[in-house]
């Protein structure tokens, strides 16, 4: 069975993506995700060794303890406003970064913007590197 730090969850997905009896359950709302820990028999212990915030540890099955939940506001992308991870995630992530990559050549804090609006970004500067070359070869 799993005990969870509840202070100690990011509501990062790890342990739902590598749990191989779906005994972790995620609800994503528009603004909040929700994960479920169902008790489980399964001593696998895929969970706890794939937890990167070190907040799930094995602990022999009691029918009788209850359930474990945590909820999460997601935060909103400073671009678009979708709400995409965990505040503890975002902070995690920035922790784990030297200050100098945690903002790219144009100022934006990438961490704090939706992969999609990074890949947009991205595509649109690859789309003017491709124009201001085109230009320069052209006659």
Sequence with gaps: MIKVDRGMCLGCLSCSNVCPNQNIVLTDTGESRTVHWKRCKEECDLCVEFCP???LTLVP???LVP???VSFEL???RVCGSRYATLPMLMKVEAS???GMQEDASGLEWIRICSQCRRD???EKAAGQVMKERKRISP
């Design 53 to 55: 915030a070190k907040a």
């Design 61 to 63: 099955y009691d029918e």
């Design 67 to 69: 359930e474990s939940e």
């Design 75 to 77: 935060v909103a992308c």
């Design 97 to 99: 970064l030297p200050a």
């Design 121 to 123: 970004i991205e595509a």
